[in-house]
């Protein structure tokens, strides 16, 4: 079996690409088992997000996975293959192992090191799971993916710097005050800067927003959205004495805030600091507005240095998790080594339990003057004599199926204690009961990631 991924995100097609192909949540189930009944997927999952629209399958045979999985989506977002194919990535295996990994990290985000990603796939894993659609390499597999997203933010420092404008202004200004809680914030202009700063700002604790702009329409629209208060900038700087902090982006070809009435102000509001970050091109605020006491004004420069010093961080950052990511790619191939040992070894039990049976039947048939006693005392003592003759095979197998001769030391484990029924003998025992019906039909032609050949079903490898 395969694990393998299909998608496209931010950088392989534009919005008006990915926004065909946006799944809505409620939508989810339904598309699950629809991409279920497609020919040789055995386990799936949707990641569908802004930036991204990743499908996540387990087949039984690569040959073709991409054309099926392009049917499944021209089916269900009713567009031609033709219209999206040039725009998706297809990823097998290890690569496949690897992308999930990164993208739980936050490396394969546009602004590297954020954290919603991995919400969002651990929400996108949980609506598979709770749809039956996973089994057990996907319950492993995401879980493990998972767990690396949350050991990648808290073991390193990647996403605690500002990696963008709007954020880094915020950020700087949690250096003068600590924090916003109970702070007034004065937002001048109302474009999308503004809107992302205002975001960060309510996200931060800020008590109150004033969102102030030439026209005034645009300042009560952008209010709304965040419970603030609107305001023509007239009106705002008549009250600069009553913030705490003002952060401005504006359009406007000249200065909207001159040090003058900066200076005005501050008389109004003796010994408390005024935080001023402006953040448009051309500069709002008149620099000399900086030399007034108690004020701090930053502009956009002071700014970028802040998120290119960051995003180098970040980059540094990025590099111990690509570390801890192989060596979780390790983790999980030795896991898939070790499930498909485990039919293996079940047939060597199932074979010494037949025997002793047998033998303890030809036994007490050839002495039936033994009492209840001294034929449990007889089963107990020759059971362990079996059990103690496959301890060292067994451990001995376990080891070596993990290596890079597995598959070879299995065949030859096989051929050794003539285990020639290992096909049957995968059938029972872990989920394979439950998971059977699905598998049934769609059991692999053999071969598949580090697997034992064909006598394996799926039933057997996804029962252990």
């Excluded at 894993?125 to 996973?134: M, N, S």
């Excluded at 057990?136 to 500002?162: C, D, M, V, Y």
């Excluded at 007239?234 to 401005?248: N, P």
């Excluded at 590099?319 to 060596?327: D, P, Q």
Aim: aromatic letters at 8%; glycine letters at 8%.
């Amino acid at each position: 079996m395969h694990i393998v991924v299909v998608g496209l995100n931010y950088r392989t097609a534009p919005v008006e690409v990915r926004e065909q192909f946006a799944f809505a949540e409620k939508d989810l189930p339904a598309a699950l088992h629809l991409l279920m009944g497609t020919k040789s997927v055995l386990e799936g999952v949707i990641v569908a997000t802004c930036n991204r629209t990743e499908i996540y399958v387990v087949v039984d045979r690569l040959h073709m996975c991409s054309y099926f999985i392009r049917s499944f989506m021209e089916q269900w977002f009713q567009v031609k293959s033709e219209q999206f194919a040039q725009h998706m990535y297809i990823y097998e295996d290890e690569q496949a192992i690897a992308h999930l990994f990164r993208v739980t990290c936050g490396l394969d985000s546009m602004v590297i090191g954020e954290t919603q990603i991995l919400g969002q796939v651990r929400s996108a894993f949980l609506t598979a799971q709770e749809e039956d659609v996973t089994a057990s390499w996907f319950n492993r597999l995401f879980k493990q993916a998972i767990t690396l997203g949350k050991r990648a933010h808290s073991e390193t420092s990647i996403g605690e710097s500002a990696v963008s404008v709007s954020y880094a202004a915020v950020e700087l200004g949690k250096r003068i005050f600590g924090m916003f809680s109970g702070k007034k914030v004065l937002i001048l202009g109302a474009g999308k800067m503004s809107e992302l700063t205002v975001k960060h700002l309510y996200s931060s604790g800020a008590a109150e927003v004033i969102v102030a702009n030439r026209t005034l329409s645009r300042a009560v629209e952008l209010a709304e959205k965040f419970s603030g208060k609107p305001s023509t900038i007239e009106e705002a700087l008549k009250h600069l004495d009553e913030v705490d902090i003002v952060i401005s982006s504006t359009g406007a070809s000249g200065y909207v805030l001159t040090a003058q009435q900066v200076a005005e102000g501050m008389k109004r509001r003796p010994s408390r600091p005024l935080f001023m970050i402006d953040i448009a091109v051309p500069r709002d605020i008149d620099p000399a507005a900086g030399e007034v006491p108690d004020v701090f004004l930053y502009d956009i420069d002071d700014l970028e240095g802040i998120v290119e010093s960051n995003l180098e961080l970040r980059r540094s950052e990025a590099a111990k998790i690509e570390t801890m990511i192989t060596e979780e790619i390790e983790e999980f191939q030795l896991w898939l080594k070790q499930i498909g040992v485990r039919p293996v070894i079940r047939a060597l039990q199932d074979k010494g339990s037949r025997i002793h049976e047998e033998t303890m039947e030809s036994l007490f048939n050839k002495l039936p003057e033994l009492d209840e006693h001294q034929r449990k005392v007889i089963r107990r003592l020759t059971k362990s004599i079996v059990n103690q003759m496959m301890h060292d095979p067994i451990n001995v197998i376990k080891e070596l199926s993990g290596g890079d001769d597995g598959n070879e030391a299995l065949d030859y484990f096989t051929r050794i204690f003539a285990l020639e029924t290992l096909s049957a003998a995968g059938q029972g025992g872990g989920n394979a009961a439950a998971e059977a019906p699905r598998e049934e039909a769609k059991r692999p032609a053999g071969g598949g990631f580090a697997l034992p050949g064909p006598a394996f079903t799926s039933a057997g490898l996804l029962g252990g």
